[in-house]
């Protein structure tokens, strides 16, 4: 699929991965030309963060072969491999927001005179290669004062000025607004005229069609295509993603989700206008009892933010919330959970888990409050309280007792789940509650949604898997930049037009669908 | 971008058989410690199983594990207070200040000692809440925050007291000291006391649950409701309490209040006690039991080694490297 | 890029809120020692005499060095408890020494000082000890040992011996150690500003996993502050027993928050990553002249604020620092 490209200046092959029960890579190969600003894409777990970090010598490869600059290499450290040449820039600026921004640019090797600092040489060169960006600013100022965009620019700055020849950026734009977004792509364009290469890693479509020459796709621990940018549409680029045809007719039975449509009943959830900050502008989603909401969209468009808000986590700049018809305003998750909301975050380890607590306490601990009296904790209700549901969802554990921490990932979620049921909530959020789990408990989790939804129980369910939102919602939400922009009635709902209002938003979406829908009519 | 993040769960319950071994030892470390010093000096200290030494003992380190017990709380949900010792030094100038005064030397005793030693509490419980409040919700560093009143709060005592010596000899305001009923010194079985409710409160209550998420993983908490505010609010006020108790003990013991010296140096002494019981500094674990055993352990060590004619001193080195050894033992558990 | 050019006018508002806020933080400190000054200066008599400069410089450089190498630590995102039992420790060193000259003395404290801070430093860098808790047992070991040289009690200095000098001599008419303190501040401010290793302690605090990929040796820069603070502290130590004639195994209770309140109230950060020597210099002073202005009020007889006030003010003047600093630092996020 990959045309012949001569002069490449990277040339990873069959690179294989293994982590302690995962194939993480598998034969995976990435080849950049010289001069070329190559996107690398993919959905998360897709591997995209581990080809680098072997790239970079921050992993050791299991096998293949790596040449870089015409020499086969294995860098031990990212240190190493900037010394070669080969720079990252991180999504999370990896630079010292108190220092300077010339001391950003020089730490490490900082110009000297007599032994000491020379700040005046180290100030103009730093001005100079900066320039070289047409960026002007004050060197001397601590890099905190200035915006992201212009950090990012600094840590570029460093980069190039260890004369690399091959600047890796990972996700840069995640925290930009359009302008700096903009700005970036100057200096990306800059890059490319000195014949610097760029390796360009985003979820954002049309950053990819706007700077980048290449583009690989990852899925799944495997590259699936390495063609140019020109050659690809947007929809087939998030099919390939996904690991989808478009033309791929709805197969069933892919998922734990049972197939008929839930019964809906009365609404529990209307969020309406929903914005904070450049992340979320204007989403809106409702959820009726009894069934199943998707809330869809590429990583960055808002799903999580706007789950936060309606939690009660973050506190919109605007918009209003109703629950059962009645406005509400929660000031913290606590009153939330009161209205009778619950939220599994997307992050387990970070906003989930508790990790040195028991499973019988991160199990309980939103119930507590139910389960005591006089604020003791009445251990015979939380016994039952925990022993059913162990039962009923089937967590494996060695006990209640046993600390969190040592369950594998499905079964925290399904604690965490517990966490939730356990409230006999009326709606239910849940961020992700596949990712990062086993096939096996998978299904069991996504056929527990699925009975929730049939006894009455509102569910909004952000997820990245297409089938999940195919088979197992009623309806779905698609979000793009931190705005709705599409609601695909249950009829409607298909992997083609979901991926089409992903890819190009709601006015391109009803074109799209027509589109995918005929070729759907067509092939059938 | 947490792709790999995730290990397989055969990974895991594979490290969970080790891990619990280990975590045995960790958790009854302390435990075998002590029982090791115990052993030692029954076999080796003349007179050590005697009522005698083991009140002289217990008395001493009455004072330590009751503010060590404030600390845990603190430190489980990720704090650290710095400022016990100097509370310690205002609740023990603040009682004799009102049971001296002409106002309460006119009421009956009955009410003037009660009531001198509830006044004095709350003031430290009060200071306890300023500490809380710095830390929950101007979000000031523990360390710093409790720094401000370690500093101030031993100038308000020695303020209020001009710096002078209080001196008093009333059995019965001094009964936190020096009563023994059926024998047993009164601040033994208050500080048996609190341990034990402070263990069943961490173990029974929602409140204890509250204190372990906070120090635990603070925004899970926050996300399954838990009021972290409030709870690292009580959490300091708790410890401030528990000071002003301990001043008003160690005041008794000396019949008298000096407020240049009450409590000081206690903070250190608490903390280590926590850090040798195997509580974590870094939050989200606490065991009362082995607080009180860290205590205990630190005890022992200076009376086993000044039995045995090695001064004070040395058992100060001796603690440092206990000190030490907790910590690294602790930082296996971790990793 | 026009773009780009509007972007940063836009930023320079926000910088400027930054740029006053750290004028507040790094000045502040200076133009209240500043005011201070001039309300002595106004209010007694023989505030800024001779004298009284002297024996305030000469008692406060203890607590100053103290405070500049604790700053270093905490620069780095540490913190040392330690230093003023490791003073004690020195001072009992140095004393012991004192018989054969100066020299030796100082060396003796020195090194007494560095050995505690390598300790400290290892078991932080290489153990990955919390800093905290590693120096709360060196704490507890300095002072031990320092009892345990001294034989419980405190150990008179040789005064046929050049030691005392160090201590209660003036130069040019200058104290000796106040001498010894500007000495050290200028170094200290060097090495901060002009060496690759000041600027790294810096990096290391700011953001210790940036300061690794840029391949800094962060080990080995933590191992280097808790160093200097040890040596620094055995500097103050040796003064200790120089001032006082005596090695004194129980002195320097309490230094090390005094001296972490002087960093804080100078305007380093506890967090790491921000500061300053001469603000912790100017800190430091600062909490040592609030003593001073206390005697000259209650010398003056109008209104008796017993010496104990000290402390108090000493607190208030924190939490007015501590406050302001987290409401600049927290509007900054913004």
């Given at each position: 699929?990959?045309?012949?490209?001569?002069?490449?200046?990277?040339?990873?092959?069959?690179?294989?991965?293994?982590?302690?029960?995962?194939?993480?890579?598998?034969?995976?190969?990435?080849?950049?030309?010289?001069?070329?600003?190559?996107?690398?894409?993919?959905?998360?777990?897709?591997?995209?963060?581990?080809?680098?970090?072997?790239?970079?010598?921050?992993?050791?490869?299991?096998?293949?072969?790596?040449?870089?600059?015409?020499?086969?290499?294995?860098?031990?450290?990212?240190?190493?491999?900037?010394?070669?040449?080969?720079?990252?820039?991180?999504?999370?600026?990896?630079?010292?927001?108190?220092?300077?921004?010339?001391?950003?640019?020089?730490?490490?090797?900082?110009?000297?005179?007599?032994?000491?600092?020379?700040?005046?040489?180290?100030?103009?060169?730093?001005?100079?290669?900066?320039?070289?960006?047409?960026?002007?600013?004050?060197?001397?100022?601590?890099?905190?004062?200035?915006?992201?965009?212009?950090?990012?620019?600094?840590?570029?700055?460093?980069?190039?000025?260890?004369?690399?020849?091959?600047?890796?950026?990972?996700?840069?734009?995640?925290?930009?607004?359009?302008?700096?977004?903009?700005?970036?792509?100057?200096?990306?364009?800059?890059?490319?005229?000195?014949?610097?290469?760029?390796?360009?890693?985003?979820?954002?479509?049309?950053?990819?069609?706007?700077?980048?020459?290449?583009?690989?796709?990852?899925?799944?621990?495997?590259?699936?295509?390495?063609?140019?940018?020109?050659?690809?549409?947007?929809?087939?680029?998030?099919?390939?993603?996904?690991?989808?045809?478009?033309?791929?007719?709805?197969?069933?039975?892919?998922?734990?989700?049972?197939?008929?449509?839930?019964?809906?009943?009365?609404?529990?959830?209307?969020?309406?206008?929903?914005?904070?900050?450049?992340?979320?502008?204007?989403?809106?989603?409702?959820?009726?009892?009894?069934?199943?909401?998707?809330?869809?969209?590429?990583?960055?468009?808002?799903?999580?933010?706007?789950?936060?808000?309606?939690?009660?986590?973050?506190?919109?700049?605007?918009?209003?919330?109703?629950?059962?018809?009645?406005?509400?305003?929660?000031?913290?998750?606590?009153?939330?959970?009161?209205?009778?909301?619950?939220?599994?975050?997307?992050?387990?380890?970070?906003?989930?888990?508790?990790?040195?607590?028991?499973?019988?306490?991160?199990?309980?601990?939103?119930?507590?409050?139910?389960?005591?009296?006089?604020?003791?904790?009445?251990?015979?209700?939380?016994?039952?309280?925990?022993?059913?549901?162990?039962?009923?969802?089937?967590?494996?554990?060695?006990?209640?007792?046993?600390?969190?921490?040592?369950?594998?990932?499905?079964?925290?979620?399904?604690?965490?789940?517990?966490?939730?049921?356990?409230?006999?909530?009326?709606?239910?959020?849940?961020?992700?509650?596949?990712?990062?789990?086993?096939?096996?408990?998978?299904?069991?989790?996504?056929?527990?949604?699925?009975?929730?939804?049939?006894?009455?129980?509102?569910?909004?369910?952000?997820?990245?898997?297409?089938?999940?939102?195919?088979?197992?919602?009623?309806?779905?939400?698609?979000?793009?930049?931190?705005?709705?922009?599409?609601?695909?009635?249950?009829?409607?709902?298909?992997?083609?037009?979901?991926?089409?209002?992903?890819?190009?938003?709601?006015?391109?979406?009803?074109?799209?669908?027509?589109?995918?829908?005929?070729?759907?009519?067509?092939?059938? | 971008?947490?792709?790999?993040?995730?290990?397989?769960?055969?990974?895991?319950?594979?490290?969970?058989?080790?891990?619990?071994?280990?975590?045995?030892?960790?958790?009854?470390?302390?435990?075998?410690?002590?029982?090791?010093?115990?052993?030692?000096?029954?076999?080796?200290?003349?007179?050590?199983?005697?009522?005698?030494?083991?009140?002289?003992?217990?008395?001493?380190?009455?004072?330590?594990?009751?503010?060590?017990?404030?600390?845990?709380?603190?430190?489980?949900?990720?704090?650290?207070?710095?400022?016990?010792?100097?509370?310690?030094?205002?609740?023990?100038?603040?009682?004799?200040?009102?049971?001296?005064?002409?106002?309460?030397?006119?009421?009956?005793?009955?009410?003037?000692?009660?009531?001198?030693?509830?006044?004095?509490?709350?003031?430290?419980?009060?200071?306890?809440?300023?500490?809380?409040?710095?830390?929950?919700?101007?979000?000031?560093?523990?360390?710093?925050?409790?720094?401000?009143?370690?500093?101030?709060?031993?100038?308000?005592?020695?303020?209020?007291?001009?710096?002078?010596?209080?001196?008093?000899?009333?059995?019965?305001?001094?009964?936190?000291?020096?009563?023994?009923?059926?024998?047993?010194?009164?601040?033994?079985?208050?500080?048996?006391?609190?341990?034990?409710?402070?263990?069943?409160?961490?173990?029974?209550?929602?409140?204890?649950?509250?204190?372990?998420?906070?120090?635990?993983?603070?925004?899970?908490?926050?996300?399954?409701?838990?009021?972290?505010?409030?709870?690292?609010?009580?959490?300091?006020?708790?410890?401030?309490?528990?000071?002003?108790?301990?001043?008003?003990?160690?005041?008794?013991?000396?019949?008298?209040?000096?407020?240049?010296?009450?409590?000081?140096?206690?903070?250190?002494?608490?903390?280590?006690?926590?850090?040798?019981?195997?509580?974590?500094?870094?939050?989200?674990?606490?065991?009362?039991?082995?607080?009180?055993?860290?205590?205990?352990?630190?005890?022992?060590?200076?009376?086993?080694?000044?039995?045995?004619?090695?001064?004070?001193?040395?058992?100060?080195?001796?603690?440092?490297?206990?000190?030490?050894?907790?910590?690294?033992?602790?930082?296996?558990?971790?990793? | 890029?026009?773009?780009?050019?509007?972007?940063?006018?836009?930023?320079?508002?926000?910088?400027?809120?930054?740029?006053?806020?750290?004028?507040?933080?790094?000045?502040?400190?200076?133009?209240?020692?500043?005011?201070?000054?001039?309300?002595?200066?106004?209010?007694?008599?023989?505030?800024?005499?001779?004298?009284?400069?002297?024996?305030?410089?000469?008692?406060?450089?203890?607590?100053?060095?103290?405070?500049?190498?604790?700053?270093?630590?905490?620069?780095?995102?540490?913190?040392?408890?330690?230093?003023?039992?490791?003073?004690?420790?020195?001072?009992?060193?140095?004393?012991?020494?004192?018989?054969?000259g100066l020299i030796l003395g100082l060396l003796a404290g020195l090194a007494a000082g560095i050995i505690a801070g390598?300790?400290?430093?290892?078991?932080?860098?290489?153990?990955?000890?919390?800093?905290?808790?590693?120096?709360?047992?060196?704490?507890?070991?300095?002072?031990?040992?320092?009892?345990?040289?001294?034989?419980?009690?405190?150990?008179?200095?040789?005064y046929t011996s050049n030691f005392t000098t160090l201590g209660q001599g003036d130069f040019l008419s200058l104290p000796?150690?106040?001498?010894?303190?500007?000495?050290?501040?200028?170094?200290?401010?060097?090495?901060?500003?002009?060496?690759?290793?000041?600027?790294?302690?810096?990096?290391?605090?700011?953001?210790?996993?940036?300061?690794?990929?840029?391949?800094?040796?962060?080990?080995?820069?933590?191992?280097?502050?808790?160093?200097?603070?040890?040596?620094?502290?055995?500097?103050?130590?040796?003064?200790?027993?120089?001032?006082?004639?005596?090695?004194?195994?129980?002195?320097?209770?309490?230094?090390?928050?005094?001296?972490?309140?002087?960093?804080?109230?100078?305007?380093?950060?506890?967090?790491?990553?921000?500061?300053?020597?001469?603000?912790?210099?100017?800190?430091?002073?600062?909490?040592?002249?609030?003593?001073?202005?206390?005697?000259?009020?209650?010398?003056?007889?109008?209104?008796?604020?017993?010496?104990?006030?000290?402390?108090?003010?000493?607190?208030?003047?924190?939490?007015?620092?501590?406050?302001?600093?987290?409401?600049?630092?927290?509007s900054r996020e913004t």
């Open positions: 699929m990959s045309e012949e490209r001569t002069d490449l200046l990277l040339q990873m092959e069959g690179i294989t991965k293994r982590f302690p029960g995962v194939l993480a890579l598998q034969n995976v190969s990435l080849r950049v030309a010289r001069g070329e600003v190559h996107a690398l894409v993919g959905e998360n777990g897709a591997g995209k963060s581990t080809l680098i970090k072997i790239l970079t010598g921050a992993y050791k490869r299991d096998s293949g072969t790596i040449i870089f600059d015409g020499r086969a290499v294995e860098f031990q450290s990212p240190q190493q491999a900037q010394a070669n040449g080969l720079s990252t820039i991180y999504q999370e600026v990896n630079l010292v927001p108190f220092r300077s921004i010339s001391e950003n640019i020089f730490m490490g090797r900082e110009p000297k005179r007599f032994g000491l600092i020379d700040w005046r040489r180290m100030n103009s060169e730093a001005s100079t290669i900066l320039a070289r960006f047409g960026l002007h600013v004050d060197v001397t100022q601590p890099l905190m004062n200035l915006n992201v965009a212009i950090q990012q620019m600094v840590a570029i700055a460093r980069a190039v000025s260890f004369q690399s020849k091959l600047v890796v950026m990972d996700e840069p734009t995640s925290s930009l607004d359009e302008h700096e977004v903009e700005t970036l792509f100057d200096v990306i364009r800059q890059l490319k005229a000195e014949g610097v290469s760029v390796i360009f890693i985003t979820h954002r479509l049309d950053e990819l069609y706007a700077v980048c020459d290449q583009v690989t796709i990852m899925r799944d621990g495997r590259t699936v295509d390495n063609r140019s940018m020109q050659s690809i549409t947007k929809l087939e680029l998030v099919a390939r993603m996904l690991g989808k045809d478009i033309n791929e007719v709805r197969r069933a039975g892919q998922t734990g989700f049972g197939e008929a449509v839930h019964k809906a009943q009365g609404e529990v959830l209307t969020a309406e206008h929903l914005s904070r900050g450049r992340a979320l502008q204007d989403a809106s989603v409702s959820v009726r009892a009894g069934e199943i909401v998707g809330l869809a969209g590429l990583l960055g468009s808002g799903r999580t933010e706007t789950a936060r808000v309606i939690f009660g986590a973050d506190a919109p700049q605007s918009g209003q919330v109703q629950i059962e018809g009645k406005p509400v305003k929660f000031d913290s998750p606590a009153d939330a959970i009161r209205a009778g909301i619950g939220f599994c975050s997307e992050d387990r380890k970070t906003e989930g888990i508790v990790p040195y607590m028991s499973v019988r306490e991160n199990l309980t601990l939103a119930l507590l409050p139910h389960l005591a009296r006089y604020g003791i904790v009445e251990r015979d209700k939380q016994e039952q309280v925990v022993d059913q549901f162990i039962k009923r969802l089937g967590i494996k554990t060695a006990g209640p007792d046993q600390p969190i921490r040592e369950l594998s990932g499905g079964n925290q979620q399904k604690v965490l789940l517990a966490r939730w049921l356990a409230l006999n909530p009326r709606l239910l959020i849940l961020d992700e509650p596949t990712r990062g789990i086993d096939v096996g408990a998978k299904g069991e989790i996504q056929a527990l949604i699925d009975e929730l939804a049939r006894g009455g129980l509102g569910v909004m369910m952000i997820t990245s898997e297409i089938e999940e939102l195919t088979e197992g919602c009623d309806r779905v939400v698609v979000l793009r930049d931190g705005r709705t922009v599409a609601e695909l009635p249950h009829e409607e709902v298909s992997q083609a037009a979901i991926m089409a209002a992903m890819a190009h938003g709601a006015e391109a979406g009803e074109s799209a669908v027509s589109e995918a829908a005929g070729k759907e009519g067509a092939n059938g | 971008m947490a792709n790999v993040s995730t290990p397989a769960p055969g990974t895991t319950r594979r490290l969970a058989v080790p891990d619990r071994w280990r975590s045995y030892i960790e958790s009854y470390g302390a435990l075998i410690g002590l029982i090791i010093l115990f052993l030692y000096n029954v076999f080796f200290t003349n007179n050590f199983l005697t009522a005698q030494t083991l009140y002289v003992n217990l008395t001493q380190v009455a004072t330590i594990a009751i503010v060590a017990t404030g600390m845990t709380l603190v430190i489980a949900t990720g704090g650290i207070d710095l400022s016990v010792g100097s509370l310690m030094a205002i609740s023990g100038a603040i009682a004799p200040l009102i049971f001296l005064s002409q106002v309460g030397q006119g009421m009956n005793l009955a009410v003037t000692i009660p009531l001198s030693y509830l006044i004095a509490i709350l003031i430290t419980g009060a200071f306890g809440s300023f500490n809380g409040f710095l830390v929950a919700y101007g979000k000031i560093q523990p360390i710093i925050a409790t720094l401000i009143l370690y500093i101030a709060g031993r100038g308000i005592a020695q303020v209020l007291t001009n710096g002078n010596l209080q001196t008093f000899n009333n059995p019965v305001f001094q009964y936190i000291g020096m009563g023994r009923p059926a024998g047993v010194p009164f601040q033994v079985i208050l500080m048996i006391v609190i341990v034990a409710i402070a263990a069943w409160v961490m173990r029974y209550t929602t409140f204890g649950r509250y204190v372990l998420a906070v120090g635990g993983n603070e925004s899970a908490a926050r996300l399954a409701g838990v009021p972290i505010n409030r709870i690292k609010m009580a959490a300091y006020i708790i410890s401030g309490l528990l000071s002003g108790i301990a001043g008003l003990i160690v005041i008794a013991i000396n019949s008298s209040s000096d407020a240049n010296l009450v409590g000081l140096n206690m903070e250190l002494d608490a903390i280590a006690a926590v850090a040798v019981g195997g509580t974590p500094l870094t939050g989200g674990r606490a065991t009362i039991i082995g607080t009180f055993i860290g205590a205990l352990i630190m005890q022992l060590i200076r009376f086993t080694l000044l039995a045995h004619g090695i001064p004070d001193a040395a058992a100060m080195a001796v603690k440092a490297a206990i000190i030490v050894v907790a910590a690294m033992v602790q930082l296996r558990r971790q990793a | 890029m026009a773009t780009a050019t509007a972007d940063i006018q836009q930023k320079s508002e926000r910088a400027s809120v930054g740029r006053w806020a750290s004028i507040v933080q790094r000045q502040g400190v200076l133009i209240v020692l500043v005011l201070l000054i001039i309300f002595g200066a106004l209010r007694y008599e023989g505030f800024l005499s001779p004298y009284n400069i002297a024996s305030v410089l000469r008692y406060n450089s203890m607590f100053a060095l103290i405070a500049l190498g604790m700053t270093f630590v905490i620069m780095t995102g540490g913190i040392d408890l330690s230093v003023g039992a490791v003073a004690a420790l020195a001072s009992v060193v140095a004393a012991l020494v004192s018989p054969n390598f300790i400290n430093g290892w078991l932080v860098s290489r153990f990955r000890i919390l800093p905290f808790i590693a120096t709360l047992a060196m704490l507890l070991a300095a002072r031990g040992i320092a009892l345990i040289l001294a034989k419980n009690t405190s150990v008179a200095v040789s000796i150690p106040a001498i010894l303190l500007v000495i050290a501040y200028i170094i200290g401010s060097i090495v901060l500003n002009f060496t690759s290793f000041g600027r790294h302690v810096l990096a290391v605090g700011g953001n210790e996993e940036a300061a690794r990929l840029m391949g800094l040796p962060v080990e080995n820069i933590k191992l280097a502050v808790y160093m200097l603070s040890g040596a620094l502290s055995g500097l103050a130590g040796t003064i200790l027993a120089a001032q006082f004639g005596a090695g004194q195994p129980l002195e320097g209770i309490g230094w090390e928050l005094h001296a972490i309140a002087s960093v804080v109230v100078g305007g380093t950060l506890l967090t790491g990553g921000v500061g300053s020597v001469w603000t912790s210099l100017v800190g430091a002073l600062m909490l040592g002249l609030i003593f001073n202005l206390l005697n000259f009020e209650n010398g003056r007889g109008v209104v008796s604020l017993s010496a104990y006030w000290q402390s108090v003010i000493r607190g208030l003047f924190l939490l007015i620092v501590v406050a302001l600093q987290s409401r600049l630092t927290r």
